[in-house]
């Protein structure tokens, strides 16, 4: 499902307009966003959690050079879905 075909189903399933179910749906992404980039998590029950982990650095390699590299430490965002939503894809 691509980002207007969301939008579509948000404003079929709330009775609203494409425009205020875009609006919606932009706020929503905005809010996790800036919450996670706070090092805050964002969690829905029954939907999920999104929080930030700490990826370590680590050794990889170049491949067309076949040289060794160091990959630098990161912060990634990450999602662990919630009970609800892993039943319902069963």
């Known amino acids: 499902m691509t980002k207007a075909e969301l939008v579509s189903y948000i404003a079929k399933e ?3 307009t494409k425009a205020t179910a875009e609006k919606a749906l932009n706020a929503f992404i905005k ?3 800036e919450a ?3 090092g ?3 969690t829905l029950v029954g ?3 999104f ?3 700490e990826r370590a650095a680590r050794k990889g390699r170049n ?3 076949k040289e060794e590299i160091i990959i630098p430490a990161a912060k990634v965002p990450k999602f662990k879905p919630g009970k609800l ?3 319902s894809v069963k």
């Open 47 to 49: 939907f999920g959690t």
């Open 85 to 87: 939503l892993k039943e």
């Open 36 to 38: 996670l980039s706070k």
């Open 51 to 53: 929080y930030v982990a």
């Open 31 to 33: 809010g996790v966003t």
């Open 40 to 42: 805050e998590k964002v």
């Open 63 to 65: 491949p067309q050079t």
């Open 14 to 16: 709330a009775g609203i």
